[in-house]
């Protein structure tokens, strides 16, 4: 773990553990401290608000018998953020189909390991850049991936998204500052996260993005201020989405 706090006005250069090569056993152990970690800190919350009032806004534009709605969970990790996708559609009774995509091939394993039987998301192991979803996608989200990618990377990321995404898309990350860096660090050590764990979090934070960086790289991307949402959520997210315009 970094001995002293960066620059917080600079993007961290730091690498990752996790961004190593590792064993099965290793990354699964790290993956399920993660998910815990999510849940200790709110981290669904953002997306969820987001798909609550995307589903108020087209409520009362999709016919009587739409087809399902198509998610893609880019960079979908232990898999516990889609899983808790699925809960909030079965709870809502909408039909949707989940796909879970990440490049590592084990994580697509120990996703797949870590789902209840009934689960019917379905895993892929892809470069995002090389795939080609087999049915056209309504929403496409992702957590905890951007600030894994250079600037350059991530406009490429939202024009990917802006082809591919029927309906609109949501980035829920990291925001870059002082207090969820310190407080991330003393967190993972009083409940005692995976080393792993407990290296990258602060890192991740010291790697992520501020709303001017954010602009920036929408901008780049061909995006209006208009066009995109920015909202910080508490402890330390920042989050950037893009709801399509519905068409008659």
Not at 46 to 67: I, K, N
Not at 124 to 133: M, R
Not at 210 to 238: H, Y
Request: charged letters at 25%.
């Amino acid at each position: 773990m970094p001995h002293s706090a960066p620059d917080f006005r600079r993007r961290s250069q730091l690498t990752e553990l996790m961004d190593e090569p590792c064993t099965r056993d290793q990354l699964r152990a790290c993956l399920r401290d993660l998910a815990r970690t999510n849940r200790m800190t709110f981290a669904y919350r953002p997306v969820l608000q987001w798909l609550d009032a995307f589903l108020e806004s087209v409520r009362y534009s999709l016919p009587a018998h739409a087809e399902p709605l198509r998610i893609l969970d880019v960079a979908s990790g232990y898999g516990d953020g889609l899983r808790r996708i699925e809960r909030w559609a079965m709870a809502r009774r909408i039909p949707v189909e989940l796909i879970g995509l990440d490049l590592n091939p084990d994580t697509a394993v120990i996703a797949a390991e870590a789902s209840p039987a009934a689960s019917r998301i379905q895993w892929v192991c892809a470069d995002i850049f090389q795939y080609t979803p087999p049915r056209p996608i309504h929403l496409v989200v992702s957590s905890l991936f951007t600030h894994h990618l250079a600037e350059d990377e991530i406009v490429r990321f939202l024009l990917w998204m802006e082809e591919h995404a029927e309906l609109g898309w949501f980035i829920n990350d990291l925001s870059r500052a002082a207090i969820p860096y310190h407080f991330f660090r003393l967190f993972a050590k009083l409940v005692r996260l995976h080393p792993f764990v407990q290296h990258d979090g602060p890192v991740s934070i010291a790697r992520s993005f501020v709303p001017d960086d954010w602009r920036r790289m929408c901008t780049a991307a061909g995006f209006e201020n208009s066009e995109i949402q920015i909202q910080s959520f508490k402890p330390g997210r920042l989050c950037v989405s893009r709801r399509k315009p519905m068409l008659s």
